[in-house]
């Protein structure tokens, strides 16, 4: 496990009778595009949950560039350099997209209450920040819009503000709940043609759940699949796409 | 007019606070009348206890003896009587903070509507709780705290001083909450209106902002109570009824929410229909009960804003921090600085107006 940047061994959730995910063995190397797929109800997003700290596992361990992250609040593991995305965007839909941007930023000054009212005490890193930001925006081709609120944003812009708050916040591990949900097939490869650029140029690792396996495999080095809660098989996609058990998890028995 | 401005000012603290919470952070705060009379039965107490005990008077805490002691002491001492006033003001702030910070602490894991419904019955409980409390008097309340500023003979004088004197402290609390909620911290809070979750995943830790501006609100609205006190010079468990909370929320919808100066002009709004009813009660050929009238009007209001400007009198604006200057946007913000010492100046000039309005004999 020397190269594993998330590392997650045997890690277990279940809600009152329901094994939610049982046993889970995972490793997301530095640098990577892993995937993770599976059916409906398989678990991804509860693994994700479990990953940034909304639920406490009830066993296993979670490990994050070598220290362990389990039981670890949201907020925690966020300041430690996990960020997520959400399947539908979860932006404040009454703040610009600019303030979207700026909130992401972990360790600010300003927002301590001590110094809330002391705006010599933070002028100058929030200055940085907004030259950061306009940098992020202008990557993203985002820029023209900052005093837009985010409810006015098209969905396509709600994924890349998404994202655009994930770079903001110096994430380095990328959890993305189907990035591509709901978008056109050609939009979807756009986003995983983002998705392969972002992490050449920023050096990021990204963790992607996707149910468009036809996008999601041109793109992986590495797929995990999960099947009722279980991991069902691991490899790259070319290997899982062979796996007599994903075919059968998918359409079925034949 | 001096009876509107000093109620205006109260009512004034007590909107921006509870701007501060449900307007900026989404906390819907059904409990506010409990911090505003917590905050008026400490200060009340306070100023109370502290002269008896100073003076060694062996006087009952109720009693006309009593009122008419105090009175003379605090005539006679003028230093003593601001001391006892600024005094109790920040421990009104303080002990209000507490008390919004620990009650709320337990109620803020829950969803808004149970945090709402819990310190709503907080509020009851507390009233009914003094009602009962002996050393504040129980239900008959507390009497006879001298005015802040009793060696002055003149009454509107003294009057006119209460109310600049609350004025100011009105000015520094909406200072405070404008450059809070123009700072990074205001948009931390304005993104737990917005999502909790999302939020919570950007790193912010919800529990403490929460906990944080529930103290801060909490004791504004001690230090509206302890002004309250001072105004009327007596405090009683039934001036704290549930429906003083609706009239602040009255006054924050009207205004506008998550805008300070909206809560200020709906207080203005509210306040004023308030007077006019007791206006009202004066003319004898009047067919209606003012105070039932004063109801309606609000009611009528209320609808009436939330049809036609749902978002208030004031709408919000967006967040003025440097960010915007930085990227090249919205160079026309005044920083906040400025706009307070233009505020401050205003208010000054308003000031020098009224003591000239008194000097000439009122009206």
């Known amino acids: ?254 | 007019m001096l009876s509107w401005s000093s109620l205006f000012t109260i009512y004034s603290i007590l909107a921006i606070s509870l701007n501060l919470e449900i307007g900026f952070t989404g906390i819907s705060n059904f409990g506010k009348v409990a911090f505003y009379g917590i905050g008026a039965f400490i200060a009340a107490s306070f100023g109370i206890w502290s002269f008896l005990l100073v003076f060694r008077l062996a006087y009952p805490l109720y009693g006309l003896n009593t009122i008419i002691a105090l009175g003379k002491i605090a005539a006679a001492n003028p230093l003593l009587n601001v001391t006892v006033f600024f005094v109790s003001i920040s421990l009104s702030f303080i002990v209000a903070g507490i008390f919004g910070y620990l009650i709320t602490y337990p109620t803020l894991r829950v969803g808004p509507a149970f945090l709402g419904i819990t310190v709503l019955s907080f509020g009851e409980l507390m009233r009914i709780f003094l009602r009962h409390f002996k050393p504040t008097g129980a239900a008959s309340g507390l009497m006879g705290l001298p005015h802040p500023f009793a060696w002055i003979n003149d009454s509107t004088m003294k009057s006119a001083l209460f109310v600049i004197s609350a004025l100011a402290i009105m000015v520094i609390i909406y200072s405070f909450s404008q450059r809070l909620v123009n700072s990074p911290y205001g948009r931390a809070m304005k993104s737990i209106r917005e999502d909790e979750i999302a939020a919570l995943c950007l790193g912010k830790n919800v529990l403490r902002y929460k906990a944080q501006v529930l103290f801060i609100a909490s004791g504004f609205s001690g230090v509206a109570g302890a002004l309250l006190v001072f105004y009327t010079g007596f405090v009683s468990p039934d001036l704290f009824v549930t429906s003083v909370t609706f009239d602040i929320w009255a006054m924050v919808i009207v205004g506008g929410m998550a805008n300070n100066r909206g809560a200020i002009l709906g207080t203005a709004v509210i306040t004023f229909i308030d007077r006019l009813a007791a206006i009202l009660n004066f003319i004898p050929w009047f067919p209606l009960d003012p105070n039932i009238l004063r109801w309606m009007i609000t009611g009528i209001l209320i609808i009436v804003v939330l049809m036609f400007r749902p978002s208030g009198l004031l709408p919000e604006r967006t967040l003025k921090t440097p960010a915007w200057e930085t990227i090249g946007l919205g160079s026309k913000a005044i920083s906040t600085m400025e706009r307070g010492r233009a505020l401050v100046s205003f208010l000054f000039k308003l000031m020098i107006k009224i003591v000239d309005w008194f000097k000439a004999g009122g009206r």
Not at chain 1, 237 to 252: H, L, Q, R, T
Request: glycine share 10%; net charge negative; charged share 25%.
């Open chain 1, 1 to 254: 496990m020397s190269d594993s940047f998330l590392g997650i061994v045997g890690v277990s959730k279940r809600f009152g009778g329901v094994e939610a995910i049982k046993d889970i063995n995972i490793e997301v190397k530095k640098g990577s595009i892993t995937g993770l797929i599976g059916p409906n109800g398989s678990g991804k997003t509860t693994l994700f949950n479990v990953i940034t700290g909304f639920y406490t596992p009830d066993s296993g361990e979670i490990c994050f560039k070598g220290s362990r992250i389990d039981g670890f609040n949201p907020n925690e593991t966020y300041t430690l350099g996990l960020a997520r995305t959400f399947q539908s965007p979860r932006l404040f839909p009454r703040l610009t997209m600019l303030e979207n941007l700026l909130l992401a930023p972990p360790h600010q000054m300003g927002e301590r209450l001590i110094y809330a009212t002391l705006e010599k005490k933070w002028d100058k890193q929030e200055r940085a920040i907004a030259i950061d930001s306009k940098g992020v925006a202008e990557r993203l081709l985002l820029n023209g819009i900052e005093g837009t609120l985010t409810a006015d944003l098209s969905g396509a812009h709600m994924k890349l503000v998404e994202t655009a708050r994930g770079l903001m916040g110096g994430a380095q591990l990328l959890l993305m709940d189907e990035p591509a949900a709901g978008v056109l097939y050609s939009t979807a490869r756009e986003i995983f043609d983002y998705i392969s650029l972002l992490r050449k140029e920023y050096g990021l690792t990204f963790f992607v759940i996707e149910h468009r396996l036809d996008v999601l495999l041109d793109y992986v080095d590495y797929v995990y699949v999960l099947h009722l809660g279980k991991l069902l098989s691991e490899g790259t996609p070319e290997e899982v796409m062979k796996d007599k058990n994903v075919i059968e998890a998918y359409v079925g028995q034949s």
